[in-house]
């Protein structure tokens, strides 16, 4: 168990050039552990991941020099296959299909509304432990009667769904379970 919870601590690239914005996010993170590489200019941040790794890469849309979307089509083309949150004010349907064509690498994945739930559950925490009753709690609503055989059972399903993209849901049995970037 000791060597799960030790893995949770990320390599983390933010890019974002509000840097009020940027200096809550990387102080957030790194109160958590996490190692936080901050960049607010999209060239700057590329050619860094052009260099280096990451666990993750928190990409805002609207940056100097290069778009967020640009960073990410070519963090893809490198066949880097890290995982993205991208942080924008825009919210039309279009803006989050060009956003995610820029980065589910052609790979579609189709989700029943209870595994979209986990999914976003786990996703929400990534790095961290989420008990079977948090997961029931945000599956069902609060106060649910869910038992912990169901929370095991959409766990279960949604591992199939991901098993080819670069994150893996561990078990620390009898804590919870854990969303955790891969390498493959």
């Known amino acids: 168990m000791f060597e799960l919870l030790q893995c949770s601590k990320m390599r ?5 050039d509000n ?10 993170l790194s109160k958590t552990g996490h190692a936080v590489e901050c960049f607010v200019d999209g060239a700057a941040a590329d050619e860094f991941l052009a260099r280096e790794s990451a666990d993750l890469a928190i990409i805002d849309i609207n940056l100097p020099s290069l778009s967020g979307l640009d960073v990410l089509r070519r963090l893809r083309r490198r066949e880097d296959s890290a995982p993205v949150l991208m942080l924008t004010a825009r919210d039309t349907a279009g803006d989050r299909v060009t956003g995610l064509d820029a980065g589910v690498n052609g790979t579609e994945i ?7 739930a986990l999914l976003e559950c786990v996703l929400d925490r990534i790095g961290r432990l989420v008990s079977k009753d948090e997961i029931a709690d945000h599956i069902y609503g609060i106060g649910s009667e869910a038992e ?10 949604l591992r199939k769904h991901l098993s080819h993209a670069n994150v893996e849901i561990r078990n620390a049995r009898g804590l919870g379970y854990m969303l955790e970037a891969i390498s493959r």
């Open 110 to 116: 189709k989700l029943p509304r209870k595994e979209l």
């Open 148 to 157: 912990g055989r169901v929370v095991e059972i959409y766990i279960s399903r």
């Open 19 to 28: 840097r009020i914005l940027a200096d809550g996010i990387a102080s957030t």
């Open 12 to 16: 983390i690239v933010l890019i974002e």
